[in-house]
Structure formats: C-alpha cells, structure tokens
C-alpha cells in the first residue's frame, strides 16, 4: 500500500507551502534510468517508503528487485527469493514467466535468510550485480532499530557502486522528543556536530542538520542524487514541523524534500 498523502513544498511569495502529489515517484523527481540503484538511507519510514515506492514503479510496467546491504523483517506478503549469490536470483527470474512479460509490473525481494526470520545482506560483490537482473533496485541501505533519526557510525551507511539516488529518511515523530528516545546512535551526536544532546529535545534545525550533513545521512552520497523525504506527517501539526525541517535546510534543498503520510485510520 503507498502513502496515504505525498507532498513537496515550494516557496510561494517568500512563505513555503505544500503541494499534493499523485506518487512518492513523482514528488521525488527521478528521471526513470536502466538498469537505475536508488537506496534508502536514515531512520523512520525506510521499509514502508522502499516498498511503496517499488509497488509504484511496478504498477508503471518496471520490473523491481528489493535488497538490503544490511537487514530487513522477513515480507511474508511479498515474493522473496532468498539467496545468497546473485546467481541465484537470476536462475528463479529466468524460470519466472511473469518477469519477462512484455509489461512485467513485478516486485521481487531476496537476500540471506537468517534464523531470526529477516533478510540480511548478501556479500558486496554479489549484491553489485543484481541490478543487471531488472529495471530498478532498491536498496534499504541503513538500520535505526526502528527509530525515526539516526546519526550514522564509521562503515555506514553501505551504499552499492553504481548507485544512483539516495534517499534520507527521517520520522517527523523525532522532533520534539529526547534523544535518546528517538535518535538511533544519538551519543555520536557531540563528535559529529558539536551538540549537547543530553537531556536535551530533538528540534527541526537539528534535524535538518543530520538530515543534510556529510556527517548524517547524507554521508556517502555527496556525489549522487540526493533526496530527502519526511515521514509521519500524521496530522497538521507533523506537516507543520515538516515544514519547519525544510525551512531549516535552506532553499538549496526545498525542492528536494518530499513529505509523506502512510497513516491510514
């Protein structure tokens, strides 16, 4: 199921506001390229938006493999292939007769099964030719134990070579809230950017700082299309702090923030 409501945000008249979108494909922007790596980067909202965002491509005819280069929940409601090898993947695609109809519209999702019921990672050099294998891979490519911001450690996050898009991702569930309640490696906070985070409250400048810093979530991706997307904004209050957030990124990344919902009750 894709997001219940998908926004951008433009300055109009010196004030920002949003703007509804049709698609999660579309408030991001990406030209549709062959053969195209987009990963997701940061905390809240990454396995949600990552198969949104495959089922959108699907229903426009692409043919969508799911992966992560660290791990992810088991998708009991999904077709998943688990391997190890990209051979692997490739001999089930081959044999799969809905993967190479003339408009496939297909979601597949693989890596190592584990016995604690998730798919984890396949080896770099593997994981490096599955995008041969379909028109667009998506990549989870960064944990937060399910927290909506994060500060990334040393090796982090694995990006694959030949990735073209990135996509940070941040819960709008973190602003106002302590740190070490919802900030995945919070204590990096002081030796990254400087901040006593300690008894203190997540605000919208810091998110902002995380979410466009070489040092946070844009960390790897300098040289990559860059995007960044804000989810649960659940109600007019978290789109009003979205708002906040983009405000605070400067007018260099406004067109490049997208804003999203999947609350559906």
Not at 37 to 62: H, N, Q, R, Y
Not at 92 to 102: A, D, R, T, V, Y
Not at 201 to 217: E, V, Y
Request: a neutral charge; one cysteine or more.
């Amino acid at each position: 199921m894709g997001p219940k409501s998908v926004y951008t945000v433009k300055n109009h008249q010196g004030k920002l506001g949003v703007t509804k979108r049709d698609s999660l494909w579309e408030a991001l922007g990406f030209p549709l390229k062959e053969h195209m790596v987009i990963s997701f980067t940061g905390g809240g909202g990454k396995t949600s938006s990552m198969f949104s965002l495959a089922d959108e491509l699907a229903d426009m005819g692409k043919r969508v493999i799911v992966t992560t280069s660290t791990h992810i929940a088991y998708p009991e409601d999904r077709e998943v292939v688990p391997a190890d090898r990209a051979e692997t993947v490739k001999r089930f695609l081959e044999g799969w007769k809905e993967w190479h109809s003339p408009s496939p519209g297909q979601v597949i999702v693989t890596g190592r099964s584990t016995p604690e019921g998730k798919l984890k990672a396949m080896a770099l050099e593997e994981m490096e030719q599955l995008p041969d294998l379909g028109d667009v891979l998506l990549v989870e490519a960064d944990g937060a134990k399910c927290l909506p911001l994060k500060i990334p450690r040393q090796g982090e996050p694995v990006l694959l070579k030949g990735t073209y898009g990135v996509i940070g991702c941040a819960g709008l569930d973190a602003i106002g809230s302590p740190w070490e309640e919802k900030c995945f490696r919070w204590e990096l906070a002081k030796a990254a950017f400087g901040w006593q985070t300690e008894n203190n409250l997540i605000t919208p400048a810091q998110t902002a700082r995380i979410l466009k810093s070489r040092q946070g979530t844009r960390k790897g991706a300098e040289s990559m299309e860059y995007r960044i997307l804000l989810n649960k904004a659940d109600n007019e209050d978290r789109l009003s702090q979205g708002i906040q957030v983009v405000e605070c990124l400067g007018e260099e990344w406004t067109g490049r923030c997208v804003i999203t919902s999947f609350f559906t009750s």
